[in-house]
């Protein structure tokens, strides 16, 4: 059956919240932020004016702006409008045909939160974010373990997706004022078995008010696609093929030093991979750290 209208419900308050099982602190050098089906369909279902959906949408605004004043990966996941019934499969008999039933438009993420240049949009296929997708790839290679969860569903897709991310010993956060779902209960039911099962719950404030130190792996990448003009590195790649020269390395070593990061020309040039200036820049931070 295909989702029904959904009506408008209190959003929790943190003093609410369930207890969390474990003690984990969000460290914004370790994490990715994820917003979840942000997309005109599934918002579609609530009341735009309902304070719902206008407090979920300006606490994903916060925790967007946030992750990119802090070098925090953003990640978005949106269902294609084309979906191919062998793709789509089992979700027929559970939603119908689902977003290929309206319009195309329908498959765009709300304008408040339209991705920015360098963020990430995945296609989404099932529940979780990771399935058929290269979401955990990435972390991998962003040497990230904590993911940050909003938007909906909050007992669907956001849950499963922290199920999964805590299977793949990724430490998830669900924001819980940055979802929502088809009622209060079930927008619990995800706050209660995320806090007591696979992750942490947690509000807006406490995320916001966390602050990245040193250099991150993102910043990194990002300042040597600056230098070289280009959008897609092969972390393994000699960076002299993509045109790098000794000056640009000179450049880069002169901006790792006004971040308190002391590696000489000869050691960046020496093995010129991302991979490889990220280990340098790691270690030196471990070190002074």
């Known amino acids: 059956m295909a989702i029904a209208k959904i009506s408008t419900y209190l ?4 003093e609410s919240y369930p207890n969390n099982k474990t003690e984990w602190q969000l460290d914004p050098s370790r994490a990715v932020l994820l917003i979840h089906d942000m997309q005109r369909y599934f918002l579609n279902f609530y009341d735009a ?3 719902l959906i206008k407090t979920v949408v300006n606490h994903l605004v916060q925790l967007r702006t946030w992750a990119h004043q802090n070098n925090v990966p953003v990640v978005y996941t949106a269902q294609p409008y084309e979906q191919p019934a062998a793709d789509r499969a089992l979700l027929n008999a559970m939603w119908g045909p689902g ?3 309206s319009t ?3 498959q765009k993420i709300i304008d408040q939160l339209s991705p920015a240049e360098h963020d990430i949009v995945l296609t989404k296929w099932r529940y979780s974010a990771f399935k058929r997708s290269d979401l955990l790839e ?4 962003w040497n990230r373990d904590q993911l940050i969860i909003g938007g909906v569903y909050a007992h669907i897709g956001c849950m499963v997706t922290a199920i999964e991310a805590f299977m793949s010993d990724i430490q998830p956060f669900l924001v819980g004022d940055a979802v929502a779902d088809f ?3 079930e927008h619990r039911l995800a706050l209660k078995y995320v806090s007591s099962r696979c992750g942490q719950v947690i509000d807006t404030e406490s995320v916001v008010g966390q602050v990245a130190t040193g250099i991150t792996r993102p910043w990194l990448e990002q300042k040597v696609q600056q230098l070289i003009e280009e959008d897609e590195l092969d972390p393994e790649e000699n960076l002299i093929l993509y045109g790098l020269d000794s000056l640009r390395i000179m450049q880069f070593s002169s901006e ?3 971040q308190g990061i002391n590696i000489s020309f000869e050691e960046l040039g020496r093995t010129p991979t991302l991979s490889n200036w990220w280990s340098l820049v790691d270690a030196r931070q471990r070190i002074a750290g």
């Open 104 to 106: 195309i438009d329908q």
């Open 49 to 51: 004016e309902s304070e």
């Open 11 to 14: 959003m929790p308050k943190r």
């Open 256 to 258: 790792l030093k006004a």
């Open 99 to 101: 977003l290929p039933a």
């Open 138 to 141: 990435r972390m991998q290679n």
């Open 183 to 185: 009622s209060e209960e």
